[in-house]
């Protein structure tokens, strides 16, 4: 929940709204807005804010990006 608001906050001004999960030991986070959500971007920004909260569990991250109405991704990506 943390993570949703920081990530919310940060990425206000872009009018991108995110969704965060964990499945199966996976942290998930998609990004929606129009226009599509930059996948570098967005990965800078998780990055930026997971070192600034130092989880105490190490999840494997993917990101995902969509249009705003659409279920499918338009793209996804791993965090190593």
């Given at each position: 929940?943390?993570?949703?608001?920081?990530?919310?906050?940060?990425?206000?001004?872009?009018?991108?709204?995110?969704?965060?999960?964990?499945?199966?030991?996976?942290?998930?986070?998609?990004?929606?807005?129009?226009?599509?959500?930059?996948?570098?971007?967005?990965?800078?920004?998780?990055?930026?804010?997971?070192?600034l909260?130092?989880?105490?569990?190490n999840?494997?991250?993917?990101?995902?990006?969509?249009?705003?109405?659409?279920i499918?991704?338009?793209?996804?990506?791993?965090?190593?």
């Amino acid at each position: 929940a943390l993570l949703k608001t920081r990530l919310n906050r940060a990425l206000r001004l872009m009018q991108t709204e995110t969704m965060v999960g964990i499945t199966d030991g996976c942290l998930q986070v998609i990004f929606e807005a129009q226009p599509l959500p930059d996948a570098e971007l967005m990965q800078l920004v998780v990055r930026n804010e997971l070192s600034l909260l130092q989880p105490t569990q190490n999840y494997r991250v993917k990101l995902f990006g969509r249009l705003p109405g659409t279920i499918m991704p338009a793209w996804s990506q791993d965090i190593t």
